[in-house]
């Protein structure tokens, strides 16, 4: 059963371009949950997504930032025009329900480079 | 808000010798939950440690213990018998009872954890 899938694991984009990062969660795991690390920080929790629905996203920038997660296929975290505030590691974590008593099980990030 | 403080940014100890990582949390809830993560240099986070708020037991998971101060808001991990494979950054996270699994986890900025041979 593999683990919390995310790629690519490093992205290096230009300033004003669009930064899109995946994430597979666990093999029925529903939850899914994106948070952002940067430099000498703790993680800190951007959303959090059912299948097809946004539950919570108080911790995700208001512009340029938007999270999905579709019916079929990967959870996606987009990032449209980047800057270089936005170079950070993102983490992907998912779990069977919400609570908690469920474990997250995390995946290794993507690293994102704004140059 | 809840907010988690990692005092120590790094510590160094020799193989097979103890060491303990503070933290310390703020927090009007009563009921909660505290973990400690630790993320080695291939950027996964793995969870060593978990404590429910409402047992007064300290958590223990093979080498790994904490000690629980609730009165004091005071979480410390105690790595025993250390070994090269403990080398990592660790996190000290706290969530709300009632916060799911969705903001409920806030970290501290992590102690960096290096075990010389």
């Known amino acids: 059963n593999a683990g919390v899938m995310q790629n690519p694991r490093h992205l290096v984009r230009r300033r004003g371009q669009e930064a899109r990062l995946r994430c597979s969660p666990m093999k029925g795991h529903s939850h899914v949950y994106w948070y952002r690390q940067l430099p000498e920080e703790g993680l800190k929790f951007m959303v959090y997504l059912q299948k097809e629905n946004i539950i919570d996203e108080s911790g995700m920038p208001k512009e340029r930032f938007s999270a999905e997660f579709p019916k079929e296929g990967p959870s996606i975290l987009r990032i449209q025009q980047v800057v270089r505030g936005d170079s950070a590691a993102y983490f992907c974590?998912?779990?069977?329900?919400?609570?908690?008593?469920?474990?997250?099980?995390f995946g290794s990030g993507t690293q994102l480079s704004v140059l | 808000a809840q907010t988690v403080t990692q005092s120590q940014p790094e510590m160094s100890v020799q193989e097979a010798e103890t060491v303990t990582l503070s933290c310390t949390y703020d927090?009007?809830?009563?009921?909660?939950?505290l973990f400690w993560y630790k993320q080695p240099p291939s950027r996964q986070m793995i969870l060593v440690i978990r404590q429910e708020a409402y047992k007064q037991q300290n958590a223990t998971e093979n080498r790994f213990s904490v000690n629980f101060q609730k009165a004091a808001k005071s979480f410390s991990l105690k790595i025993s018998d250390s070994q090269l494979g403990d080398t990592a950054m660790y996190f000290c996270a706290f969530m709300k009872h009632a916060g799911g699994g969705a903001d409920g986890l806030t970290f501290g900025k992590g102690t960096h954890l290096i075990i010389q041979p």
């Open positions: 927090t009007s809830e009563n009921n909660y939950y």
């Open positions: 974590a998912s779990s069977l329900l919400t609570g908690p008593n469920e474990k997250l099980f």
